[in-house]
């Protein structure tokens, strides 16, 4: 059992940055893929990014790319996800989620572990 933990949200003007972290315990981190996902009030839950065991892969969304960064230390179980130039429209529940598998890219509901999510909220 994987237990996964965000950190890092908060308020921030549109502009600035955050940088979200999401801690591993339970499992061998290196062997999961990571992803972030968010959610936006009265959204369905959407893919942001995700990395493979050792970075081999890093994927985002359209919406994100250049905007934002993945990357994982997998010395410290962590991933995280820094973000740039936020706009009002990333105001979402960002969740790490975990991957044990040989897809490179799997889909939202092959995750087989969700943190509990950490809010961000863009400011005008």
């Known amino acids: 059992q994987v237990q996964l933990v965000e950190s890092g949200g908060g308020l921030v003007q549109a502009g600035g940055s955050l940088r979200l972290s999401c801690a591993a315990s339970?499992?061998?981190?290196?062997?999961?893929?990571m992803g972030w996902f968010r959610q936006a009030p009265g959204k369905e839950r959407e893919f942001v990014s995700s990395?493979?065991?050792?970075?081999?892969?890093?994927y985002y969304a359209d919406s994100v790319k250049g905007r934002f960064t993945i990357s994982r230390d997998n010395a410290k179980n962590t991933v995280y996800l820094q973000m740039n130039t936020l706009k009002p429209e990333n105001t979402a529940t960002y969740y790490c989620?975990?991957?044990?598998?040989?897809?490179?890219?799997?889909?939202?509901?092959?995750?087989?572990?969700w943190g509990q999510g950490t809010e961000v909220t863009v400011s005008s």
């Open positions: 990395i493979t065991w050792r970075a081999e892969r890093i």
């Open positions: 989620a975990a991957y044990h598998g040989w897809s490179l890219r799997p889909a939202q509901s092959d995750y087989d572990y």
């Open positions: 339970g499992g061998t981190f290196s062997r999961y893929i």
